[in-house]
């Protein structure tokens, strides 16, 4: 069975009381790698070393930082074959797909590494000609970077690129489902020989570990992605002293077609968008209204394409679309949000079940299913689903379109299909949510801030907004004489 160990001050360290934590490959339903899980103990360790190595880290220039990480970035890349397949194993996505996240994750280091070069101060004019004022940026100081399971290289790479290069240390804690790639993610920036302290990893149950590491009072930010329900209780445990905050929560997500778009286009968006990762996406598609005179013709043709994807054991299947959920609770989620819907009168059109055959016997493979005629009435089209099913209903006119995406407590992300130029203009206006992907379906752009409105988060990550997030702002008052 594979042993991987946490990262505790530049060296892989077991729990201090011997406790370990199973991980299950989501295709076979078998444990096949053991963590240990970090005790009180552990987190303060961790704490403390990346306390202790905040100041010679926040010292050196952003341009010594940046060498840190091109060289960690080179590393990931090297190992993105070997960090891949554990990443397959721990948590389902195909290896292209897994391959993808982390090769985009060695992206990531270089564009901190790069932007945080160019991240200016002010120099205020001041109201007599004696006095200048600088605005200068600082790291905040140890980052706590908590993440889930279905992206679990990226989400931390976002966090760790830019904690790192604006000068700020990081204690991780990855998600129990998905422990291995993220330490040997964090791995790559031993391997680059940063100091000591400067990166630690730790495993364990977010209501605890997480809990611990962020009361932790050395602990300055806490970088957080997760569930909306678990960002409310982080946010609050962040109240305590003060913590700067950033908070990626759910989304509940809606594409609005129009009948003058590119039809194929569309078609195409809402596959990819509903059914990537099996719809463990933060942004997925969870709800499609599409404008009435289409809507026969985009149902059957959703459909129709949405019955050619590829499901298989990601690690046989290396290009397969889809694998498995992550695990049965999650499966459980979207049979409920299914059943549900079809009790209040929708209807399926394709999916709505388990794979059959033997190489479907374990694991938690799952159909994507459409689900149309639904309404609002629906866990379907009001809650995150978080995996792959679909509802899909019709509306009027544009008015209707736009207070149908927004009724709902979420605001990450919308999509829309349209050539219509004032279509755009006013549906992009009004829509409530931190991003909006006209005629097209990917948002997460690494230069470019990304964040949720409403109950998906707080802050932004990537972009300059996003690196800024780590830093804290210094007004210098000098009087010349
Ligand atoms: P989760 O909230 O259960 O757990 C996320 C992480 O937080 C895990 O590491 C977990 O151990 C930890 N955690 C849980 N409760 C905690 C607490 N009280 N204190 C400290 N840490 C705690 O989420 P999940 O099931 O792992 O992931 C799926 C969720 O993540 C979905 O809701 C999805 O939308 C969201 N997500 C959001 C984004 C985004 O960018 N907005 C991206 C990916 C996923």
Request: proline share 5%.
């Amino acid at each position: 069975m594979k042993k991987q160990l946490m990262l505790i001050n530049g060296k892989w360290a077991e729990s201090s009381n011997d406790e370990w934590l199973e991980v299950v490959n989501p295709a076979t339903e078998e444990v096949f790698a053991k963590v240990p899980v970090a005790t009180p103990e552990d987190v303060k360790k961790a704490v403390c070393a990346a306390q202790d190595a905040f100041f010679p880290w926040a010292k050196l220039s952003p341009a010594q930082r940046a060498d840190y990480l091109y060289r960690a970035g080179e590393i990931i890349l090297q190992k993105s074959a070997e960090i891949a397949r554990t990443l397959t194993t721990e948590q389902g996505k195909p290896l292209k797909e897994a391959e993808g996240e982390v090769k985009g994750s060695a992206k990531v280091m270089r564009y901190f590494a790069e932007e945080v070069q160019r991240i200016y101060g002010d120099i205020i004019p001041a109201t007599e000609a004696k006095i200048k004022s600088f605005v200068i940026h600082q790291p905040v100081g140890v980052v706590a970077a908590i993440t889930p399971w279905n992206y679990p290289v990226q989400l931390l790479a976002w966090k760790v690129g830019a904690a790192l290069s604006a000068g700020c240390t990081v204690v991780a804690k990855p998600s129990s489902e998905t422990p291995l790639s993220p330490l040997e993610f964090l791995g790559c920036f031993i391997d680059a020989k940063i100091p000591a302290g400067v990166v630690n990893g730790l495993v364990g149950p977010g209501k605890v570990v997480g809990d611990a590491l962020i009361k932790h009072p050395a602990v300055r930010k806490v970088a957080f992605t997760g569930s909306t329900e678990a960002g409310k209780k982080v946010m609050s445990a962040c109240s305590g002293n003060f913590k700067k905050v950033s908070l990626e929560l759910g989304g509940q997500c809606p594409l609005i077609v129009f009948s003058d778009c590119d039809f194929e286009r569309a078609i195409k968006g809402a596959v990819r968008r509903s059914f990537r990762n099996m719809g463990q996406v933060c942004n997925a598609v969870n709800r499609i209204y599409v404008e009435e005179k289409i809507y026969g013709k985009f149902i059957e043709k959703f459909a129709q394409e949405t019955g050619k994807l590829v499901i298989d054991n990601g690690l046989k299947n290396p290009s397969a679309d889809l694998g498995p959920m992550v695990s049965q609770d999650a499966l459980d989620k979207v049979i409920e949000h299914i059943d549900d819907a079809l009790k209040k009168g929708a209807r399926i059109v394709c999916g709505g079940e388990k794979l059959e055959g033997e190489k479907f016997k374990k694991g938690f493979f799952y159909k994507p299913t459409i689900v149309v005629d639904v309404n609002h009435s629906m866990l379907i089209m009001q809650e995150e689903t978080f995996g792959p099913a679909v509802g899909v209903m019709s509306f009027k006119d544009l008015a209707e379109a736009i207070k149908l995406a927004n009724d709902t407590q979420y605001g990450l992300a919308a999509y829309l299909y349209t050539n219509n130029v004032h279509i755009i203009h006013k549906v992009c206006e009004e829509l409530e949510c931190g991003s909006v992907g006209v005629n097209n379906v990917d948002v997460a752009t690494i230069n470019v801030p990304y964040g949720g409105w409403k109950e998906s988060g707080v802050g932004q990550e990537l972009g300059r907004q996003g690196l800024e997030e780590y830093m804290q702002i210094k007004h210098i008052k000098l009087e010349f004489f």
